[in-house]
């Protein structure tokens, strides 16, 4: 976990600092984390102080690829809002893709054994309290699937925001829209239901 919570540090100093190579009015630094804290409780302090380090270095927002959890971890509501409630102390625009740890693998019984389609529902509930709106104590406005296309209204966590001139479009993690519990053959061209992302 340590190895993890360091390359989460350095992969945000490196995307923070140093000083970037371009320069010039439209140039703007970032941060990314993800996949932290993997031992809960134990690894909560640790985010903290990456947080702090992220907040001190005041980048132009920061991004969360997703993964607040580990994927053998508790799926529960208490374990998916602490990870929100540390992701609020962001200083900045905190823009969050939601991982397979928070929905995808809920079903394993070390998890909990949850169905993913209602962790889906639950981390939407969490992580997306206002449509068109990133994360974090200084929230920017985003361009949300949900709220532009009614036919994907349920897919709010799909967005993109412009910064300087640049377009950063986030989407869900790879299957988001396509987890379907859906025949797969089996012996002599029996199906048989499997949880399968697309």
């Not at 989460?8 to 490196?14: C, D, M, P, R």
């Not at 992701?87 to 740890?101: C, R």
């Not at 929230?139 to 709010?156: H, I, K, N, W």
Request: aromatic share 8%; glycine share 10%; net charge positive.
């Amino acid at each position: 976990m340590i190895r993890r919570l360091a390359c989460g540090l350095v992969a945000a100093t490196f995307l923070m600092g140093p000083p970037a190579l371009a320069a010039g009015p439209n140039t703007f630094e970032f941060a990314a984390m993800g996949d932290v804290p993997y031992k809960i409780p134990n690894d909560y302090p640790a985010v903290d102080r990456l947080i702090a380090a992220i907040n001190a270095s005041k980048p132009a927002f920061t991004l969360h690829v997703g993964d607040t959890k580990a994927g053998s971890s508790p799926c529960t509501d208490e374990v998916l809002k602490k990870a929100f409630d540390q992701m609020q102390t962001i200083e900045g625009a905190l823009h969050y893709t939601i991982g397979d740890n928070e929905w995808v693998d809920c079903h394993r019984k070390d998890a909990g054994g949850f169905d993913p389609r209602e962790r889906l529902k639950k981390v939407r509930e969490i992580y997306f309290p206002q449509p068109g709106k990133s994360l974090g104590k200084t929230p920017m406005t985003v361009e949300s699937q949900g709220l532009v296309s009614p036919e994907f209204a349920t897919y709010v966590e799909n967005t993109r925001f412009e910064k300087n001139g640049i377009c950063c479009p986030r989407q869900g993690q790879r299957g988001l829209d396509q987890l379907l519990f859906r025949p797969r053959q089996g012996k002599r061209g029996q199906g048989h239901g499997a949880l399968h992302p697309g």
